[in-house]
């Protein structure tokens, strides 16, 4: 029996006071199916959630007491503060995911499954989609079209998922990617980076799949060892969680509202929960269960797999393939929906976005999948698709993967994750063990930025001393500057810098991506037994947010309980006077942990001052500006006197430092994209007047080669005159130097093949670029746009190759040759 793919559904959507039902009735025939609209008698399901409110904790320099939330416009100068909460709307209900009710008969048990895993030949493993003898172009996954039984089979899984609002985006810098050469296909299944199809049954736990299969992903790939990590403690320990193993979070506590622990979810608030420890165990010492249970408390922190970094990310293709091309999985939201699911070829695209129901990994891509192969209700115009892994077992789709196109519109809270078997500082100090990334500070810009602090009493050595080697950070954006200080033996518990600063300055760092980060301290600091410690983060730019607890009354799918005491975390808009988070007028505390190890040896102290909860900063005080607005460039951490190193340097080994770590050589700032090779990202001097990118740089004994500058590198850098690109600089990003208003000269070396969209937008009129590479093959776009009488200087042998390349984007420059 023949299956007509482009008549299997109509859906339409009618508007009715901002809510969006969706007429959906469906009558099966023999054939086909048939969409019956009858006016006066219209069955309305599916009735999603209406997208998140939000509105951000908010600074202002008012001084006065008052509980209004600012404008997101307005700055904040001095340490006047008023807060309100970036949260969900407390009014929108969001429907419980009930992800796979009729998926046990569904999807037969995978025992008789042959194993996917393997890349052999001889078995039916998913792979790049290839083009069909058929005169369609349809790659049927049978090699045939299905008949009725088989699609319904397949489409079971789907036709029972309620639709809820994903979590706000973060603010990715999507241009970030836009310079990389990829390939046509890559399969990370192929290469052996990813773990077996699973079977969630009759559970809403995709999301713990996803996520647990984006860890044993990162163990294959970065430890090359074999897990298979437990989606049920995550799950139950999520909904069920215990106090940490230092009992600083006694009563931090996450509640489902409508369903047990097999309740829906998403990766990225799982991803704060992974950040406690608190798993991820194997399958075997938490098997699965199909049906609720009651596990014991012991097995809360029994963790196999140590989640390291969460990196969270918008949707684009670009980006999608550079996180896959780095970590092997990315765990998505999408909206699935029976309609757009064309069963005899695996393939799926939702033409609409703002809801989701489903938590799917992608494992790779085919830019020549067919868009023949996908339902004509889903409107695909363009070839290319993405491998994902799906829940359903290995009976499902195509040995238990679907391919998604590249245009679903649904597609959204990408995370990717990295993970470690053993972990070098094992004690992980933390306040917020009930954050779930719905919660970020602060809402309005602040002038000359501002300082976070959380101050933790050092006792996981029970009498010894430790060390802390690593600091982990939670922001909602891209390319986040932090200065980092740590000060120990605090006299003052209410006072984040009342010890002695463990580094002459502070550190510099810059967290690439947004989401959950390690830092790796090159000189870690010795903390002694019993005394209190402090983590001071200065964010420099004040339009930076950063991630929070706070207890939430939300009555979507969960609620979170934030058990915040005083002296435990603060913030600061001088670096002088601090403010207590947990004070009742803020109740949250910041997402900024602390990793130490135990050492062997011991130091008596004298103890430090204990806590005085009485003693509590003055609210909203009238204080001055810390430095004058006009130079912001010129704000520094207010960490004086400084001091000398409390423990010594220990030079690294001459080896390449790991991907995403920055440095600062000079005032230029540059990231590890890969080994021994460097991105320059920036300047540490916004007045900088002129700027020479150098070929190589060298950073603790190891040279790198500079082969790219980043996106936005420069932008707005209003100062700049004068550039100088080093020869093995092959890319310039979207943006590098918008709106540098006095750029008049830029010399750009032998190694150059692509400039990206923007990147000399609104320089100075009658700019003078010269290019002395003869690789040069990609001008994204407009090389002169918004600027006048620009002149660019190439090569002679390469004159009449260039002008065409140049004339395609741009009529009015001037082109000479040299």
Not at 202 to 223: D, I, K, Q, Y
Not at 520 to 527: A, M, R
Request: glycine content about 6%; hydrophobic content about 30%.
């Amino acid at each position: 029996m023949c299956y007509d793919k482009r008549n299997n559904f109509s859906i339409h959507s009618i508007v009715i006071n901002q809510e969006v039902f969706m007429i959906h009735h469906k009558q099966h025939g023999k054939k086909r199916t048939l969409v019956l609209l009858l006016a006066g008698s219209v069955l309305f399901t599916n009735i999603p959630v209406s997208a998140n409110a939000v509105s951000d904790i908010e600074l202002s320099a008012d001084e006065s007491a008052s509980d209004e939330t600012a404008n997101t416009g307005n700055t904040a100068t001095n340490d006047a503060v008023d807060i309100s909460i970036d949260s969900i709307d407390e009014n929108t209900a969001s429907s419980t995911v009930d992800d796979s009710s009729e998926l046990q008969s569904a999807a037969p048990d995978d025992s008789t499954s042959s194993d996917d895993f393997s890349s052999d030949d001889d078995e039916a493993v998913f792979s790049s989609g290839s083009e069909s003898p058929n005169s369609e172009n349809i790659d049927y996954i049978l090699g045939r079209p299905m008949t009725d039984e088989e699609r319904q089979a397949q489409l079971a899984p789907l036709q029972n998922l309620d639709a809820f609002a994903p979590e706000p985006e973060v603010d990715s810098n999507i241009g970030i990617a836009s310079y990389a050469l990829y390939p046509g296909t890559y399969n990370a299944n192929e290469e052996r980076f990813v773990t077996e199809v699973k079977n969630q049954r009759n559970t809403s736990l995709c999301w713990a799949f996803s996520l647990a299969s984006n860890l044993e992903t990162s163990l294959l790939t970065r430890e090359q060892k074999y897990y298979d990590l437990s989606e049920e403690q995550l799950a139950y320990f999520w909904a069920n969680r215990v106090n940490d193993p230092l009992g600083n979070t006694p009563n931090d506590k996450i509640t489902r509202t409508q369903s047990d622990y097999h309740g829906t979810g998403n990766g990225r608030v799982a991803s704060f929960f992974l950040s406690t420890w608190s798993g991820m165990t194997t399958e075997e010492k938490v098997p699965f269960q199909s049906s609720a249970v009651t596990w014991p408390d012991s097995l809360a922190y029994d963790t196999s797999a140590y989640m390291e970094d969460a990196i969270f990310s918008q949707y684009t293709v670009d980006r999608t393939k550079q996180l896959l091309m780095e970590y092997n999985s990315v765990s998505a939201m999408i909206y699935m929906l029976d309609n757009y699911y064309y069963p005899d070829t695996a393939s799926y695209s939702c033409p609409q976005s703002g809801l989701v129901n489903h938590a799917v990994t992608i494992v790779g891509w085919d830019d020549t999948y067919s868009k023949e192969n996908f339902p004509s209700a889903s409107g695909v115009n363009n070839d290319g698709a993405w491998i994902v892994k799906n829940s359903y077992g290995k009976n499902w789709g195509k040995n238990g993967y679907f391919y998604l196109s590249y245009e679903d519109k649904s597609i959204t809270n990408l995370v990717s994750n990295t993970a470690m078997t053993t972990p070098a500082y094992p004690n992980n100090y933390f306040y917020d063990g009930a954050a779930a990334g719905t919660f970020t500070f602060p809402g309005t810009t602040i002038n000359n930025g501002y300082y976070v602090s959380n101050i933790f009493k050092a006792t996981a050595g029970n009498g010894k001393d430790e060390e802390l080697g690593e600091i982990v950070t939670a922001v909602p954006q891209d390319n986040t500057d932090f200065q980092i200080q740590v000060y120990t033996d605090l006299k003052n518990t209410s006072d984040p810098t009342s010890g002695t600063p463990a580094y002459a300055e502070s550190v510099d760092y810059t967290q690439p991506l947004a989401g959950i980060h390690t830092i790796h301290l090159n000189t870690p600091v010795k903390i002694p037994q019993g005394t209190f410690y402090s983590v001071v983060i200065r964010i420099p730019d004040g339009s930076n947010k950063f991630y929070v607890e706070k207890t939430t009354t939300s009555t979507s799918w969960f609620t979170a309980t934030a058990g915040i005491d005083p002296d435990q975390s603060f913030f600061s808009t001088s670096g002088k006077k601090w403010y207590d988070a947990g004070n009742h007028q803020y109740n949250c505390c910041f997402s900024v942990k602390a990793h130490t190890k135990t050492l062997d040896s011991s130091t008596v102290v004298t103890p430090s001052v204990e806590p005085t909860p009485d003693a509590k900063p003055t609210v909203n005080p009238e204080v001055q500006p810390s430095v004058s607005p006009d130079s912001p460039s010129e704000v520094t951490p207010i960490i004086t006197p400084k001091a000398v190193p409390t423990s010594t340097p220990t030079p690294a080994p001459p080896s390449s430092a790991r991907v995403n770590t920055s440095f600062r050589v000079g005032n230029l700032k540059y990231r590890v994209t890969a080994n021994q090779v460097v991105t320059c990202y920036g300047t540490t001097n916004s007045r900088v007047t002129k700027i020479s990118i150098p070929s190589t740089v060298r950073y603790n004994g190891v040279t790198y080669r500079v082969t790219s500058i980043w996106a936005n590198a420069f932008k707005k850098k209003s100062r700049l005159t004068t550039v100088s690109i080093g020869h093995n600089v092959s890319v310039i990003g979207k943006n590098a130097f918008y709106k540098c208003k006095k750029l008049k000269k830029v010399t750009i070396g032998t190694g150059l093949t692509q400039i990206n969209p923007g990147a000399f937008r609104g320089v100075k009129k009658g700019c003078t670029i010269t290019i002395k590479s003869l690789k040069l093959k990609k001008i994204s776009s407009r090389i002169d746009q918004s600027v006048s009488r620009m002149t660019v200087r190439v090569p002679k042998r390469k004159y009449t190759a260039y002008k065409k390349l140049l004339r395609k984007k741009s009529k009015t420059v001037i082109i000479k040759k040299y």
